[in-house]
């Protein structure tokens, strides 16, 4: 990050893309289950953290008029990832449907990182019992996953069983 800052000055897409990279790390950082009242601060700052970096980053692209680019979808992709974390499904949502929109117009309807959104966005959705809507953003990850993959991969095998949880859900 500090080199990015040096090279390249406070408004680069490499600095906002480090800072994507650092919020990442803090997401990461405390996934585990909190093991007692300490581990769930230190869960908190985490995601502070990440957040942070990531709202950073969203700043140095809207100033640099970055509205539309991929770097900016994977940041607010990383920023829904985070609020699901958290139980803020509508807040997910509305980070994930801007990502998904502007990966469709950036990368295509057939790129994997498009589907990705779709199926993070179809988690949300069913965590939130909107089953149909869950269900139509599995089937575009299936749609894609089946291009690039094929039947015999692991993200096709769990978007199935997602699916499935959902008709049997719907009974």
């Known amino acids: 990050y500090d080199n ?43 995601f502070a953290k990440a957040m942070e970096c990531f709202k950073e980053a969203l700043s140095i692209l809207d100033d640099l008029g970055s509205e539309k680019d991929a770097e900016r979808a994977t940041v607010l992709n990383n920023c829904g990832r985070l609020h699901v974390q958290n139980d803020e499904y509508d807040t997910a949502l509305v980070y994930y449907t801007q990502a998904l929109h502007i990966r469709r117009d950036c990368l295509g309807p057939n790129s994997l990182d498009y589907a990705a959104t779709c199926f993070n966005a179809g988690q949300c959705y069913h965590q939130k019992g ?42």
């Not at 149909?132 to 953003?137: G, T």
Request: hydrophobic share 35%; aromatic share 8%.
């Open 4 to 46: 990015s800052i040096q090279n390249y000055g406070n408004q680069h897409t490499h600095v906002a893309s480090a800072l994507n990279c650092l919020g990442v790390l803090h997401y990461h950082s405390n996934s585990a289950e909190p093991k007692d009242d300490d581990d769930t601060k230190n869960i908190d700052s985490s």
């Open 130 to 171: 909107k089953l149909n809507d869950a269900n139509d953003l599995y089937q575009e990850f299936l749609r894609v996953a089946l291009m690039k993959y094929g039947r015999g991969h692991r993200d096709v095998a769990v978007v199935l069983s997602g699916m499935a949880q959902i008709f049997q859900e719907k009974h």
